[in-house]
């Protein structure tokens, strides 16, 4: 038969030592798994401040391209003459080329933004199709976004920094 011990005054301490334990160690992981979270989530306030940043950058590009061809519309009547009216006004570090769109001449507008985020280049390439404005074309018709492309460099590991390889070749 077994003997009942019968003193039992330690047992109810290395209970509650072991239910403090329990909590100590939830308590930690909750405080490591929240710390985690938040630096995920400063990341992603990071990028979505680039990303506006960036997206701001374009529309302004855009509407100051509208503004111009409004100008030069209202300024010239002769719309034979829109395209070389047009370059005039444009700035020199904007890309263009010209071209037929629909059998109709066209002008191609390119400008990259490049924005530096924790050593990194972002970029914003936008692409703008410049059309011959007719005699009831809204600007709208006129100017179309063609591309409007957020990149980034490719990321590369230099290799005399990390040894990778840790087989035998």
């Known amino acids: 038969m077994m003997h009942n011990l019968k003193s039992q005054k330690g047992s109810s301490m290395v209970l509650i030592s072991l239910l403090l334990v329990t909590m100590v160690v939830f308590a ?25 940043l960036l997206d701001s950058e374009g529309k ?13 519309i209202n300024f010239s009547n002769n719309n034979e003459l829109f395209f070389e009216n047009f370059d005039l006004i444009l700035n020199e570090n904007i890309i263009r080329s010209m071209g037929y769109e629909n059998d ?16 990194r280049n972002k970029f914003l390439t936008v692409k703008l199709l410049i059309r011959q ?7 709208n018709d006129i100017c179309s976004v063609k591309e409007w492309r957020l990149w980034q460099e490719p990321f590369e590991i230099d290799n005399n920094t990390y040894d990778l390889w840790e087989g035998k070749p």
Request: hydrophobic share 35%.
């Open 28 to 52: 930690l992981l909750s405080i490591s798994i929240s710390a985690s979270e938040f630096r995920l989530s400063q990341k992603n306030a990071d990028n979505h401040k680039t990303y506006y």
């Open 133 to 139: 404005p007719g005699s009831d074309d809204r600007i």
């Open 60 to 72: 302004r590009f855009l509407y100051d391209i509208k503004n111009k061809i409004k100008k030069v």
């Open 104 to 119: 109709k001449l066209a002008m191609t507008i390119e400008r990259t933004f490049i924005l530096e985020d924790n050593s």
